[in-house]
């Protein structure tokens, strides 16, 4: 490893970059030379000059990082790049490695190019939920913006205050905010709601959280929940039709005196839980308004679509998409972190060898020689 290259991100939307200036100084560390694209972290506010005084080299073009680089450092996973007229992976060095939050589950034609390019892909969604990794979690750090960001989009749309006002014009009530998933985004959004000055409740099928959410100053909304109802990694699982029904029965019976819901629920690698159908939609205040969080993975309220806002039924449903996109500063801060704690841990060898015995490098790796060897991902493909 001698080049590691921070390519621009080329995904419409996408403002973060990779790595920060911050972090060029620990990545020599590793003994390599770290290579930005030109203008690569300008959507996050870091200039090129910011990253040459931090002591990387600029590449003037997408092809010549790709050209250089041993080593490929990415937000999004690759894709084809119109001015380019070329596929990014089609442009990297064969039996090159990349590093990234790469979306491989069902991601056959991605599988198939990381196979023909012999590439070493790592993605940080693989990584274990084990003490060791934590700070590498990229899902979390940006599960963290995500969960902020929404209950400010909310706080954008609804058309009332969200604290308790005494004023000389009478007093104002606070409103009323349902936090729907109590993962990282869910637990960030009832800190922001609470710091807003919401009255806040939480919903979660895991028992483990109720402390979690009360220590926050939120009410726990109680319901009989089985003592299986998260994956010995931490993730909650997926759920019988008959338990989603009391779940959904449990959620129902506070809408009508909800303003506010933020909805994170999701189950890693498939589709999101239904957990708010349009008929319950219909009993909620009008002027009420739903952010849905898990829109992209098919959304837990029936009337979320993603990127979009629906206005039915006098509420506001909004379907956020990428939302650490929308703070490229301390999400790119985050991110960075997360991708050089885990490249140090990949490259801690003095001769700098991978070691796929050790769970975190196994665990996350993608492809490897020209072969798919992630079990999960394997899964996610049918087993091919």
Same mark, same amino acid.
């Given at each position: 490893?001698n080049?590691? *290259?921070?390519?621009?991100e080329a995904?419409e939307?996408e403002?973060?970059v990779?790595?920060?200036p /911050?972090m060029?100084?620990e ?12 203008g ?8 090129d &000059? ?15 990082l ?5 080593l490929?450092?990415k937000?999004r996973?690759?894709?084809f790049r119109?001015e380019?007229?070329?596929h990014?992976l089609?442009? $990297?060095?064969e039996?090159?490695?990349?590093v990234g939050?790469?979306s491989?589950? %069902?991601a056959g034609?991605?599988?198939?190019k ?5 590439t070493t892909a ?5 990584? +274990?939920r ?6 590498m &979690? /990229?899902l979390s750090?940006m ?7 929404a ?9 009332k205050?969200? +604290?308790?006002?005494?004023?000389a014009? %009478?007093t104002?009530?606070p ?6 998933g109590a ?8 800190a922001?709601a609470?710091?807003?000055?919401a009255?806040v409740? /939480?919903?979660d099928?895991?028992?483990a959280?109720?402390?979690q959410?009360?220590?926050l100053? /939120?009410r726990?909304v109680e319901?009989? =929940?089985?003592e299986d109802?998260?994956?010995?990694? *931490?993730?909650?699982?997926? $759920?019988?039709?008959?338990f989603i029904k ?9 809408? +009508?005196?909800? &303003?506010?819901?933020i ?9 999101? +839980? ?10 909620m205040?009008e %002027?009420?308004v739903i ?5 992209e993975?098919?959304?837990?309220c029936e009337?979320?679509r ?9 509420v506001? =449903?909004?379907g956020?998409?990428?939302?650490p ?7 790119s801060?985050?991110y960075?972190?997360n ?18 015995e050790d769970?975190i ?7 490897r020689?020209?072969e798919?060897?992630n079990e999960?991902?394997k899964?996610s493909?049918g *087993?091919s």
């Open positions: 490893m080049k590691i *290259g921070i390519p621009r995904t939307g403002t973060r990779a790595l920060v /911050a060029v100084k990545l020599a560390k590793l003994d390599a030379k770290v290579l930005v694209e030109k690569a972290g300008g959507k996050a506010h870091f200039s &000059d910011n990253y040459a005084s931090a002591g990387a080299e600029i590449a003037p073009d997408a092809k010549q790709f050209k250089e680089a041993d490929v450092v937000v996973a690759p894709v119109e380019l007229k070329s990014e089609d442009l $990297m060095k039996g090159a490695v990349l939050m790469l491989p589950m %069902g034609e991605l599988i198939e990381l196979r023909a390019k012999k790592f993605s940080l969604e693989l990584l +274990p084990i003490t060791r990794a934590q700070s &979690d /990229a750090s599960s963290t913006v995500a969960g902020y960001k209950v400010l989009l909310a706080a954008e749309r609804f058309g205050f969200f +604290p308790l006002l005494m004023t014009a %009478g104002v009530p409103a009323s905010a349902l936090i729907i993962g990282v985004a869910g637990l960030q959004a009832i922001t609470k710091r807003l000055g009255k409740e /939480a919903f099928t895991r028992k959280v109720k402390e959410i009360e220590s100053g /939120a726990f319901m009989e =929940i089985p109802a998260e994956t010995t990694g *931490g993730y909650a699982k997926e $759920m019988s039709e008959e009391k779940e959904m029965e449990a959620i129902g019976s506070r809408l +009508p005196k909800t &303003d506010i819901v909805s994170t629920a999701q189950v890693f690698g498939k589709k999101a +839980p239904l957990l708010v159908t349009e008929d319950m939609v219909k009993t205040r %002027g009420s952010v849905d969080l898990a829109a993975q098919g959304g837990n009337l979320s993603p990127g979009e806002i629906v206005e039915k039924h006098g506001t =449903i909004y956020p998409v990428n939302l996109a929308a703070m490229p500063v301390h999400a801060q985050m960075s972190r991708v050089t704690n885990l490249l140090k841990h990949l490259y801690q060898a003095e001769d700098r060898a991978l070691d796929f769970e490098t196994g665990s996350c790796c993608v492809t020689n020209g798919l060897v999960l991902v899964g493909l *087993g």
